[in-house]
């Protein structure tokens, strides 16, 4: 079966994960995870590639990014296999492949979900019970986000840019977001957007997507299509 498009849309930014083969570990020790950011820095400059949030699990990644073309992300991504995966494979004296195929990739309407996605993405370690607190954990962009810590891999996106007229504002005011839970309904959405490919936002929207990329943008309804009756 071909493989379907990847979704684009200028200017729109894209949720993605990447995940280890078979869930299996990609980072086995701090030095790992600051060369995959290395890595990830120097492609994404250099491809086109604003990097949003991040966050660095134990067997997969995920990344809140806008391309600036359609070829800006997977190049990005296919930079970062070639040295990461090679630098993996001779630290840790082992062969064959380090992720599980393509990575998954959602676009997302970013006036509904940006700001949702960089929690849901910084959030990541608590869910997964590593850490109480998102800034506890050091291998995600919420220390710069929410508290101001330097990190040239980020490009902040303007509707972050416009939580307060100075950075001081803003980081206050991206803290105070992480007082309420995700929606449960914003967490499946995300979830089953990024996971299954599909474009996450209203049907405006989703429709505009269809159209660029030239095919569907969410699932089916389930079910026969009703008649009509006489």
């Known amino acids: ?13 894209q949720h993605l994960i990447q995940r280890g083969n078979n869930r299996e570990p990609i980072f086995a020790a701090d030095v790992d995870r600051r060369f995959y950011l290395d890595c990830l820095q120097d492609a994404a400059d250099r491809l086109g ?24 992300l997977p190049k990005t991504l296919q930079s970062i296999g070639r040295r990461y995966v090679q630098y993996f494979n001779y630290t840790y004296e082992r062969t064959g492949t380090l992720w599980e ?31 109480a607190h998102p800034g506890d954990y050091p291998w995600s962009s919420y220390r710069a986000n929410a508290m101001g810590n330097d990190d040239r ?21 991206y803290r105070q977001l992480f007082r309420a839970h995700i929606a449960k309904a914003d967490l499946e959405a995300i979830r089953e957007a990024t996971n ?31 008649k009509d009756r006489d």
């Open 1 to 13: 079966m071909a493989r379907l498009p990847r979704y684009f849309a200028e200017g729109q930014p």
């Open 196 to 226: 299954k490919a599909w474009v996450l936002g209203n049907d405006r929207f989703r429709e505009k997507v269809e159209a660029l990329a030239g095919r569907r943008s969410a699932p089916q309804p389930r079910g026969r299509p009703r």
């Open 153 to 173: 891999i980020l490009t902040p996106h303007s509707l972050y840019r416009r939580l307060g007229r100075s950075a001081e504002v803003r980081q206050s005011t």
């Open 101 to 131: 195929g393509r990575y998954k990739a959602t676009v997302i309407d970013s006036e509904r979900y940006l700001l949702t996605c960089m929690r849901y993405t910084e959030l990541n370690p608590v869910r997964a019970g590593m850490v």
């Open 49 to 72: 590639c604003a990097i949003h949030a991040y966050v660095l699990m134990t067997n997969h990644v995920h990344l809140l990014v806008t391309a600036e073309t359609p070829e800006s």
